[in-house]
Each structure stands twice: as C-alpha cells, then as structure tokens.
C-alpha cells in the first residue's frame, strides 16, 4: 500500500506560481512513477506530468515549459513547480503513483485545489 497526501494548492493571479507537494507514505520502495493529474470541472482527468524512478519525465503539451516537476527518493517527495500560471489551468490537482510488486496499481491522494484568478 502506498499513501500519498498533497498540499500546496491555492488561489493565484494569472501570471503567478504556485508549488505543490506530495507525501508518499508505505510501501513507497514500490513506486516506479509518480506525478500530478488534475481535473477541472466537467472536464476529464487529465495527465500534468510525471517522474519514473529512473527520473525521466513526462509532460503535457500545455504546460511545457511552465511546470517543472521533481522527485526527491530519499525523502519520498515529489513536487510540481508552476509557473505563469494561466486561468486554465484551474483544477484539482492529484498525485498519484503506480506501483509494481508482483501487480501494477495505482494510487491517488486526495487533491488539492488551484484556482487560477484572472
């Protein structure tokens, strides 16, 4: 089991930043990737970025050269740095990690709102 808690959400202008951070807890020696989706309303659950253990990484298009996300494994943090932040961008962001021991599954934490004001 792996746990995962957020935090760092908030209310922005357009044009600001915000960090957001996640927690991972348990059987975190497990995690192969971890990352951020976010969802705003009446919208689908969308990939934002993730990190492999391996630290390769993976963007959406449209938050390519503003969001930034890290991993740092001896602490079991993963962070998303977000920069010219856009109204668009408005949603619940979710950490979530995928796991593999002898299945592959998924976790999510709970997730953390970013409102982005314009």
């Known amino acids: 089991q792996v746990q995962l808690v957020e935090s760092g959400g908030g209310l922005v202008q357009a044009g600001g930043s915000l960090t957001l951070s996640c927690a991972a807890s348990g059987s975190t020696f497990s995690i192969a990737t971890i990352g951020w989706y976010r969802q705003a309303p009446g919208k689908q659950r969308e990939l934002v970025a993730d990190i492999t253990s391996g630290g390769s990484t993976t963007y959406a298009d449209s938050v390519k050269g503003r969001f930034t996300i890290s991993r740092e494994n001896a602490n079991n943090m993963v962070y998303l740095q977000m920069n010219s932040l856009k109204p668009e961008d408005t949603a619940v962001y979710y950490c979530?990690?995928?796991?593999?021991?002898?299945?592959?599954?998924?976790?999510w934490g709970q997730g953390t709102q970013v409102t982005v004001s314009s």
């Open positions: 979530s990690a995928v796991a593999v021991v002898r299945t592959i599954v998924r976790y």
